[in-house]
């Protein structure tokens, strides 16, 4: 698994979560990750569901299943709130699909060139 908290693109990276988190009104400190994590777990439903999804499978050529998981796990002493409004939600949906395909380009290209490579 990777650190993100001693790389300084993952600092960087995880930065950028927590403040799309907060701006569709998320818990401070938490990141949108950690946010689906949490009510996946906590609160199952279609929407988190496809969240964890989405989020896993693209993270998924760096470090396996189990992103939003692992992300909720490693920050269990911040404040979650479960759910969150519709309007807020649906901006939460927005950025994730928008940085999602953006890093999916990333991480799975990364791994096809290693494989290509070996």
Request: one cysteine or more; charged letters at 20%; aromatic letters at 16%.
């Amino acid at each position: 698994m990777i650190d993100y908290k001693k790389s300084y693109i993952g600092k960087n990276f995880n930065s950028l979560s927590q403040l799309g988190n907060t701006l569709t009104n998320g818990d401070l400190d938490v990141s949108i990750s950690g946010r689906i994590g949490y009510n996946y777990l906590k609160h199952p439903n279609w929407f988190w569901k496809m969240c964890r999804a989405v989020v896993d499978f693209t993270f998924y050529p760096i470090e396996g299943w189990g992103h939003c998981k692992r992300a909720y796990k490693a920050d269990l002493n911040e404040e979650y709130t479960p759910g969150g409004s519709v309007k807020g939600l649906a901006f939460m949906s927005l950025l994730m699909m928008i940085f999602c395909i953006l890093l999916n380009v990333v991480f799975w290209g990364y791994k096809g060139i290693k494989l290509i490579k070996q």
